[in-house]
């Protein structure tokens, strides 16, 4: 083969650095689509700066000074709403290349009040992406922020997690990334005290200046392309809404990384906070963890949640529990503050921790709290110590 010439090798290395630096960069012309937590009012805002999209677009003109971020977020909109004003929106934004669509905040209160169906906002949401697909947009789905508990309804946040694995499940089926503003605020200390606005007339809970930073953050990392959170949970067999389990019940977690895909080997279930055999089935972007019971007794509680990394460099690690059950016929001793089956010094030290907190507190902790009267004190500790060095069962 004939050598190349010094421009000739120029050439190539221009070539391959446009290349690179093409599917690198952002998109610079998105629409921020949703109701009034993409429209971030000054209510909320005490900044007053448009919200996310108006941080997320400054933070792109780092990167594009020509970049926009067209904020098409309405007060109290629907999903049902959104799908019918989308094909404005679009009209509204010629040369438009992605779509960030994070809506269904206002469904939650319908369900609730049994008026509408989630199969009914997971229609809205999916015929909303493939209208701006086909209208050639990227469209990056996100999950919903959680409430906080003063929200009128859904303050424990059931019906807000249900609709991440809605979102999650969408993103997946329709080949989306998707940002999760739900698995970074509700995994924060202290969320609602430090990144929620207090404006008395809010009864579903927005962002105040710090949140929607941190929500700018979450959708600049995604539209750039960075992938810097690890993988999710699905829907979890026995489910969410079960609080009781029979001692040899099977457990399985299906699980999403809509980034650089799941590492199986790196992968596994967790069981009152130790890894379990798990088989596993599926794919890098969505696979399902399966944990056999029936050779073991589950002695009085079981936690469930996930140890696992995904494929990035480096990668990106999750390590959580989502979900606490109690074993059938299983007796939590008082003072079992961790829910091992055992009263020993883990529970000292975590009460110790906790002692004189009160609810609300950042130090409370509910299983410290035995006889639930909202604050760690003597009276619980009494209960812990007469229970000190037995096991459940």
């Given at each position: 083969?004939?050598?190349?010439?010094a421009?000739?090798?120029?050439?190539?290395?221009?070539?391959?650095?446009?290349s690179?630096?093409?599917?690198?960069?952002?998109?610079?012309?998105?629409?921020?689509?949703?109701?009034?937590?993409?429209r971030?009012d000054?209510?909320?805002?005490e900044?007053?700066?448009?919200g996310?999209?108006?941080r997320?677009?400054?933070?792109?003109r780092?990167d594009?000074?020509?970049?926009?971020?067209?904020?098409f977020?309405?007060?109290?909109?629907?999903?049902?709403?959104?799908?019918?004003?989308?094909?404005f929106?679009l009209?509204?934004?010629?040369?438009?290349?992605?779509?960030l669509?994070?809506?269904g905040?206002?469904?939650i209160?319908l369900?609730?009040?049994?008026?509408?169906?989630?199969?009914?906002?997971?229609a809205?949401l999916?015929?909303?992406v493939?209208?701006?697909?086909?209208?050639?947009?990227?469209?990056?789905?996100?999950?919903?922020?959680?409430?906080?508990?003063?929200?009128?309804?859904?303050?424990?946040?059931?019906?807000?997690?249900?609709?991440?694995?809605v979102?999650r499940?969408?993103?997946?089926?329709?080949?989306?990334?998707?940002?999760?503003?739900?698995?970074?605020?509700?995994?924060?200390?202290?969320?609602?005290?430090?990144?929620?606005?207090r404006?008395?007339?809010?009864?579903?809970?927005h962002?105040?200046?710090?949140?929607?930073?941190?929500?700018?953050?979450?959708f600049?990392?995604?539209?750039?392309?960075?992938?810097t959170?690890g993988p999710v949970p699905?829907?979890?067999e026995?489910?969410?809404?079960?609080?009781?389990?029979?001692?040899?019940?099977?457990?399985?977690?299906?699980?999403?990384?809509?980034?650089?895909?799941?590492d199986?080997?790196?992968?596994?279930?967790?069981?009152n906070?130790?890894?379990?055999?798990?088989?596993?089935?599926?794919n890098?972007?969505?696979?399902?963890?399966?944990?056999?019971?029936?050779?073991?007794?589950?002695?009085?509680?079981?936690?469930?949640?996930?140890?696992?990394?995904d494929?990035?460099?480096?990668?990106?690690?999750?390590?959580r529990?989502?979900?606490e059950f109690?074993?059938?016929?299983?007796?939590?001793?008082?003072?079992?503050?961790?829910?091992?089956c055992?009263?020993d010094?883990?529970?000292?030290?975590?009460?110790?921790?906790?002692?004189?907190?009160?609810?609300g507190?950042?130090r409370y902790?509910a299983?410290a709290?035995?006889?639930?009267?909202?604050?760690?004190?003597?009276?619980?500790?009494a209960?812990?110590?007469?229970?000190?060095?037995?096991?459940?069962?």
């Amino acid at each position: 083969m004939r050598p190349l010439g010094a421009l000739g090798l120029v050439g190539l290395v221009l070539v391959a650095l446009g290349s690179a630096a093409e599917a690198q960069a952002p998109y610079s012309r998105i629409i921020a689509f949703g109701d009034s937590i993409t429209r971030g009012d000054k209510r909320f805002d005490e900044q007053n700066r448009g919200g996310y999209p108006g941080r997320l677009q400054g933070k792109l003109r780092r990167d594009n000074p020509d970049a926009e971020v067209l904020n098409f977020g309405r007060d109290s909109e629907t999903t049902g709403q959104g799908l019918s004003r989308l094909g404005f929106a679009l009209a509204q934004a010629p040369g438009a290349d992605a779509l960030l669509l994070m809506e269904g905040t206002n469904d939650i209160s319908l369900v609730v009040q049994g008026v509408l169906s989630f199969e009914s906002i997971e229609a809205n949401l999916a015929n909303m992406v493939t209208q701006a697909t086909n209208a050639g947009l990227a469209v990056f789905p996100s999950t919903l922020i959680p409430r906080p508990p003063w929200a009128r309804r859904d303050k424990n946040n059931i019906l807000t997690f249900a609709m991440a694995r809605v979102v999650r499940d969408l993103a997946y089926r329709k080949q989306s990334q998707s940002a999760d503003p739900w698995e970074e605020l509700f995994h924060t200390p202290r969320v609602f005290s430090t990144l929620y606005s207090r404006a008395q007339d809010d009864t579903v809970g927005h962002p105040n200046a710090a949140g929607f930073d941190v929500l700018s953050d979450l959708f600049y990392d995604l539209v750039s392309g960075l992938d810097t959170k690890g993988p999710v949970p699905g829907d979890l067999e026995p489910g969410y809404d079960v609080s009781t389990i029979g001692p040899g019940r099977d457990i399985s977690l299906t699980i999403y990384d809509l980034g650089a895909g799941i590492d199986p080997a790196n992968t596994t279930l967790t069981i009152n906070d130790i890894a379990v055999a798990t088989t596993q089935d599926g794919n890098s972007r969505r696979r399902t963890l399966f944990h056999d019971t029936t050779a073991e007794t589950l002695a009085c509680y079981a936690r469930v949640g996930i140890r696992s990394a995904d494929l990035a460099d480096p990668p990106n690690v999750t390590d959580r529990v989502y979900k606490e059950f109690q074993v059938q016929n299983g007796s939590i001793l008082r003072g079992d503050v961790n829910r091992s089956c055992r009263v020993d010094g883990v529970d000292l030290v975590l009460f110790a921790q906790a002692f004189g907190a009160r609810s609300g507190d950042p130090r409370y902790l509910a299983t410290a709290d035995i006889d639930k009267n909202g604050v760690i004190d003597g009276v619980d500790f009494a209960f812990l110590a007469s229970n000190f060095g037995r096991s459940s069962s």
